[in-house]
Every structure is written in structure tokens, then in C-alpha cells.
Nanobody
Framework: QVQLVESGGGLVQAGGSLRLSCAAS????????MGWFRQAPGKEREFVAA????????YYADSVKGRFTISRDNAKNTLYLQMNSLKPEDTAVYYC????????????????????WGQGTQVTVSS
């Protein structure tokens, strides 16, 4: 298994930027596809972004496309989410998640496919 710990959340004004990090334990980080999800008060958890094992493929929700960038540094066992042009609607608890890739196939946009989750980090965007 892999253990995940998010950091970097906080309070920021609309239009500002934040960079979230997700530190993974162990030596098997490179065997997992990774994703970011978020959950706002009173709403269901939603997909934000996903990245393949080596970082060659990325996927984004329409709501964040062009503003957020997902990346990973496998040598440092760390996943990142660079968030620019933040909007109040981005306010949520952000979670990183890991999906073990077997046989080369994975599905990045559904939370049901991720077995390991971090504790979450709060992002608040003021108007």
C-alpha cells in the first residue's frame, strides 16, 4: 500500500495561486497513477485532475482546464497541483489519491478506481 499526505492549502484571494503537494510513502510511487479530487460543503466529491505513472498523460475536469496543472516528481515521491486564477467556486477540501496500475490499464476520472486517499487539505478562495 501507499500512504499519502497533502499540504499547501490555505486562504487566497480570487485570481491568486496556490500549489498543493502530496507526499507518498514507500518506494512504489512510480507504480501508481495519481489524481486530485475535491469536495465542497454540501456537494459530492468531484474529479479535478489525473496523471499517468511517468507523467506523460494528464487529464483535467472542464471546470479547471487551463487554470490548474498536475505534475509529479517520482524521484521525490511527490504529486503536485498548481492552481492559478483561483475562483471562489474552487473552495473545497482537496484530496490526492493513488490508483495501482495493473496490466497497463487505468481509469483516472472516477474516484471508485482509486484505492488510496490522503487526509485532505483545505483551500479557501475569497471574493
Amino acid at each position: 500500500q501507499v500512504q499519502l499526505v497533502e499540504s499547501g492549502g490555505g486562504l487566497v484571494q480570487a485570481g491568486g495561486s496556490l500549489r498543493l503537494s502530496c507526499a507518498a510513502s514507500g518506494r512504489t510511487f512510480g507504480s501508481y497513477a495519481m489524481g486530485w479530487f475535491r469536495q465542497a460543503p454540501g456537494k459530492e466529491r468531484e474529479f479535478v485532475a489525473a496523471i499517468s505513472l511517468s507523467g506523460g498523460s494528464t487529464y483535467y475536469a472542464d471546470s479547471v482546464k487551463g487554470r490548474f496543472t498536475i505534475s509529479r516528481d517520482n524521484a521525490k515521491n511527490t504529486l503536485y497541483l498548481q492552481m492559478n486564477s483561483l475562483k471562489p467556486e474552487d473552495t473545497a477540501v482537496y484530496y490526492c489519491a493513488a490508483q495501482e496500475v495493473l496490466g497497463g490499464s487505468w481509469y483516472g476520472t472516477s474516484g471508485l478506481n482509486y484505492a488510496y486517499w490522503g487526509q485532505g487539505t483545505q483551500v479557501t478562495v475569497s471574493s
